[in-house]
């Protein structure tokens, strides 16, 4: 029982074979601990809901659809999860759990587990998953109190992919006119697009949806194909100081 760490049990024990040794009047040391406990619970709930009612702001919405908020969120010490989207509800996928993200407000979400008898969203906690925007409008990352004594944990995001086949692929395939200036899209090793700029190097292209793409290693830059029917016409740069359209020759 001594071994217990962090339980009451070798408090109460202790404490009742001292009344008996001593002998005289005696108290229900387990009884007084179930009271205690049922006080200290409805002294947290309460505490709980004054903290909600005084933080949350009522009647905001996020300032990203779900699908934006996916990808998969990555920290050097913490490690990595995945954000998906399952019949119009968000959920963190942690190594060991399953959290249904429940829109708290603005782009601040609150977790609730889930567990196999479903989700029990009374269960209020005080973890937030904070998701921050950055200059070009995408989601770039998410931060949490994972530990009460340390500061929100950042963990950065890496978009969802999908599969493009190369013959897709093609339809991207020529030069654009941006203002003068000549932009090509390729193909190399016949499935993975790239972006070159005259005195740039070339960008690989990891596409995220249909017609749009990511620049694999510049974050917040993004590009956006436009079709008419049924063929490319033209093609948007995304980056963080505005968006440039190209034509296709």
Known sequence: MANQNGSSVPSLVRNTIADRLLGGKTTDWTKR????QEKAK???AELKLEDSE????KNTKPSHVMQDITGKYENAGYGSFNITVENDSL???LKRKKLYLKHYHYDVFEPFEVTKT????TDSGTMRFNFATGDGGEIINVTMKAEAALEPIAF????NTIEVSSADLEM???????MGTTLKIYIKNQTVLYLFVPGQPEYELIPTEKHKFSLKVADGYKIEF?????????MNLIQPNGTFKAKKK
């Open 118 to 121: 479903g989700i029990d969203t």
């Open 156 to 159: 950065k995001r890496t978009p």
């Open 42 to 44: 409805k002294m947290e």
């Open 54 to 57: 005084t933080t949350q702001v």
């Open 33 to 36: 601990f179930v009271e205690d």
């Open 91 to 93: 959920f963190a996928n």
């Open 172 to 178: 991207y395939v020529g030069d654009y006119n941006m």
């Open 226 to 234: 436009l079709e008419t029917d049924n063929v490319i016409t033209d």
